[in-house]
């Protein structure tokens, strides 16, 4: 029963855990796919050294996340399959709902807005449809990109 116990409570902090870093993992690929800084890299240009930190902090947190999924796996005696479908499950149902948030407080400052006259309906809509298409800087996972001035 004991043992039973400290189970549950060691997948309740590995869960935890991963929902307090996948915020971080969120930001670094949301700056731009991986495939860009494998493209610059092999062809010989020297890379954004902001993006390189980026890599690097998701690759240690992709590496983190494996040894954490194989310890909760051994822990409570299933896959690590199991254990990376669950956490990758609940890693896009976390990124979904702070998308809805983000999007849900960006219409009510548009709103805003518009009632005050500074925007027209049709701006504050092309707003809204550049951010949930990620064109505007800070766009699919804000953070990082934020528009200056």
């Known amino acids: ?3 039973k116990r400290v189970r549950v409570g060691l997948a309740a902090a590995g869960v935890a855990s991963i929902g ?4 971080a993992v969120a930001l670094a690929e949301d700056g731009a796919p991986a495939s ?3 493209s610059t890299a092999s062809s010989g240009d020297t890379a ?3 993006e390189e930190r980026r890599e690097s902090r998701k690759e240690r947190m992709e590496e ?3 040894e954490l999924a194989a310890s909760l796996a051994e822990e409570l005696g299933v ?4 254990v990376k479908a669950a956490l990758e499950k609940i890693r896009g149902e976390k990124q979904e709902e702070r998308k809805a948030e983000r999007e849900e407080r960006l219409s009510e400052r548009l709103e805003k807005a518009v009632s005050e006259g500074k925007l027209t309906q049709e701006q504050a809509d092309a ?3 550049a951010a949930k298409e990620g064109v505007l800087p800070g766009g699919r ?3 990082p990109g934020r528009a200056h001035g």
């Open 1 to 3: 029963m004991v043992t």
């Open 20 to 23: 307090l870093l996948f915020p």
């Open 36 to 38: 860009s800084a494998d």
């Open 48 to 50: 954004d050294p902001r």
């Open 64 to 66: 983190r996340q494996g």
């Open 79 to 82: 896959s690590e399959d199991k």
């Open 127 to 129: 707003v809204l449809e």
């Open 141 to 143: 996972g804000g953070g």
